[in-house]
């Protein structure tokens, strides 16, 4: 006799959740040493309003996309205003979809962030699927990740080819630190994502979908979310020869980590046990409990996550240079004795 499914369990929502409970101490420890810079924030939102401000990007979505609501694209309304309401924030931002072939969505903005959504990703993803992403972007906006982003994207846009030789050398570490830091709030949301959903094959079939999947046709159903996660495992493992510095060099010029990649971290990220923690209410509330956090916990937390990625890096090119020498010296040792 086979036994009955377990019930799904019901969404619980976060009262007062702060990001900085979820967030990547990579990602929490830059955005905490940008915002700790005296006159900063305030330096980037002159460098903003300059070229246009946020009432100019909203203006392009307001004049070439349709703004959701209770009569316009009734469900991904009503799964954004849920999904607002499980982080318990005080506003639903605006949400905007955008008729686009690819798939892709993203938070903007300066002091009122929205939500944009492409058309491909309303075809690609079921309801459950879109919960998780609409949640991954919720996640930008509660982290502030919508403001740097929008300053990221106008740095990341100016071309090398347009500037000086040097100016193109002194903007070069920025843009890929930039980048690094850009990565890792990917990451960030992504556990916001699943925060949001509850619901783990949801964030993973997302992440799945995003490296090449479909919702309909005739293949649609040969999708297998077991093999993806053990496809995700493999890339990780996979350090033969020069595969690490493949890595780093097909990653550095990307703002997104590979999906798999995203796939395998928010699953260490569960069985860390700070998904489970946080779903029974031990999280850290907005307000004075998350601004007396020391910035020294959240740099303590970045250098100890950079310095076993290091440290396991060179393991890793140690042990392939190992290996390969193994096997240098038995094809001599074979071909001595033909």
Known sequence: MTANPPAPRERVSFPEIDAVSWEHPADRAALQTLRSIPGFDQVVRKLVAMLGGERGIRLLFQGNAIKTGPTQYQTLHALHVEVAATFNWPTV???????TPLFNAGAYGVDDPFIVVHTAAL??????????LLAHEMGHVVSGHAFYRTIAAILLSISF???PILAGIVLLPIRLAILEWSRKAELSSDRAGLLGSQNVEASQRLLMKMAGGMREGRLAHELDVDDFMAQANTYLESNEGLDII???VNTLGLTHPLHTVRAAELQQWIASGDYERILRGEYTRR???AHERPLKDDLGAAGGYYAQEARDTVSQVV???KKAAEKVGEAFRKGQSE
């Open 319 to 321: 042990d392939a240079a």
């Open 246 to 248: 493949y890595k780093i």
């Open 123 to 132: 075809e690609l993803l079921s309801e459950d699927e879109l919960r998780v």
């Open 161 to 163: 080819a347009a500037l």
């Open 93 to 99: 931002p605006e949400l905007y979809v955008s008729q």
């Open 287 to 289: 307000g004075k409990e």
